[in-house]
């Protein structure tokens, strides 16, 4: 009876808080807005639980030597908006206004909806200078009418409690 | 007073509601480790904290407890009673707010003022509860003459806000806090970066985890007047887990690394 009891219980976690986790990602070399050729890293996380709806992301979007920028699910699409704090248009010098269009991923109308393949970027804004609390270089994958392609590598894993899978190193900057 | 953008970054870590006491609250060295794992080769120099003030709430609670210990009969009866009334009760303070939270919020603005008064850049980390504390002292300080003065950010005692699984769109936390305080007019801007899970239970009210499908929660606050001054996000983050595994699973959860890490290095 006590064995019986024990399956009962393990079926019932799996059941509920069973599910398959993914990691989505690409490094891909592209020019940063000082014209310097750079590793940009593409990633994001997604779980697909047994009981209810997958769920994904943000992505994150991290340039070497530079800044990291997130994207993500917004009714528009996947997009990182900008800010005043720090995004313009390429060749002005005014802020953008908060929430503007400033990066696209194309090829997907959402991160959990997404199963592997090519995804494209498009980035429309470069970054501002930054201030004297600034850790990083201003800089960023360098915007282009035509977009960058990434080739999205799936890893998954399926687990009983759930468990983010470990991501991709951010690229290293050795300057 | 002022901070120097040299110093190390403080990255002050507050705690939501909790069972135990002080001593077991280390929530910091997790931070510590998460921003060590996504910082990757960028030499920033940045120290983790913590504010801990469930020895506070035990404190105003223990009476009750006692009482709650007497009407359960069995050990075990005891201890869930006790664990339960614990939570329940840190939540029915916050929302009563009663001399005990003013406590708390006091507590809280000496630490980050302690940290100003050294110098250091602060960039405050609040999960669940906390961040109901975090959100007051930061709107608080922000009415202070002096502080936050908007294009000097060495004025600034609080860089940056993270939230973690913030009930801060739930109704009952929705009195007194319609409104954040603003910087007045400057071209810098202060950052609230919000990260919830769309199953979390803490952040939908939904006990049974519903999966909430909007895009919206703290960017309510956000709104057109220039004098604002704030740029606020929300993060929808999928933490591998679900339900009320999904509201502790921030701490360790790379995308809430990546962003942590852009925020402490701007």
Redesign the interface.
């Known amino acids: 009876m006590a064995n019986w009891k024990r399956l009962f219980a393990v079926v019932l976690v799996a059941v509920?808080?069973g599910?398959t986790?993914f990691i989505y990602h690409d490094t891909i070399v592209a020019p940063d807005t000082a014209g310097v050729d750079r590793k940009v890293l593409l990633w994001?996380?997604?779980?697909e639980?047994l009981i209810?709806?997958a769920?994904?992301?943000?992505a994150?979007l991290?340039t070497e030597c530079g800044?990291?920028l997130?994207l993500?699910?917004?009714?528009a699409g996947v997009i990182y908006?900008g800010?005043?704090?720090?995004d313009r248009l390429p060749g002005g010098t005014a802020p953008v206004a908060?929430g503007t269009e400033c990066a696209r991923l194309q090829g997907l109308g959402a991160l959990k909806e997404f199963s592997g393949g090519e995804v494209l970027l498009q980035v429309r804004c470069e970054p501002l200078p930054?201030?004297?609390?600034?850790?990083?270089s201003h800089t960023r994958i360098r915007p282009s009418e035509q977009p960058y392609r990434f080739d999205m590598r799936e890893e998954r894993k399926w687990?009983l409690?759930?468990?983010?899978?470990?991501?991709p190193?951010?690229?290293?900057?050795?300057e | 007073m002022s901070v120097n953008?040299k110093k190390p970054r403080k990255v002050l870590v507050v705690h939501g509601v909790q069972t135990g006491s002080d001593a077991g609250l280390n929530q910091h060295k997790q931070i510590r480790e998460l921003i060590n794992n996504?910082?990757?080769?960028?030499?920033?120099k940045f120290q983790t904290e913590m504010y801990r003030y469930e020895n506070i709430n035990d404190r105003a609670q223990r009476r009750y407890k006692q009482l709650v210990s007497l009407l359960v009969k069995t050990p075990v009866g005891k201890v869930v009673a006790a664990t339960a009334f614990d939570l329940i009760a840190d939540v029915v303070t916050s929302v009563l707010d009663t001399s005990t939270a003013a406590k708390i919020r006091a507590g809280l603005r000496a630490q980050i003022l302690d940290i100003y008064q050294r110098g250091n850049?602060c960039y405050l980390v609040a999960h669940s509860l906390g961040t109901i504390y975090a959100f007051d002292v930061v709107n608080e300080l922000m009415r202070e003459e002096g502080l936050f003065e908007r294009d000097s950010?060495r004025t600034w005692p609080v860089?940056g806000l993270v939230t973690l699984g913030s009930p801060i769109g739930l109704a009952m936390f929705r009195k007194g806090r319609t409104r954040v305080s603003k910087l007045g007019e400057g071209?810098?801007?202060f950052?609230w970066v919000n990260y919830w899970?769309?199953?979390d239970p803490v952040v939908s009210g939904s006990i049974f985890?519903k999966?909430l499908t909007g895009?919206q929660i703290a960017e309510k606050y956000?709104t057109d007047d220039p004098k604002q001054g704030w740029?606020i996000?929300d993060?929808?983050?999928?933490?591998?887990?679900?339900?009320l595994?999904?509201h502790t699973?921030y701490w360790?959860?790379?995308?809430v690394g990546?962003?942590l890490?852009?925020m402490?290095?701007?």
């Open positions: 509920l808080s599910c986790n994001w996380p997604k779980t639980p209810g709806a769920k994904a992301g943000p994150s991290i800044e990291t997130t993500d699910d917004q009714p908006r800010s005043p704090d720090r908060d930054g201030d004297e609390f600034s850790a990083v687990s409690l759930g468990s983010a899978l470990p991501p190193a951010p690229p290293e900057c050795k | 953008p996504r910082l990757g080769s960028v030499p920033l850049p950010r860089q071209n810098k801007w950052r899970d769309r199953t985890g999966q895009y956000q740029v996000r993060r929808a983050v999928d933490t591998g887990r679900v339900w595994m999904a699973a360790d959860n790379p995308s990546d962003g890490v852009d402490i290095t701007n």
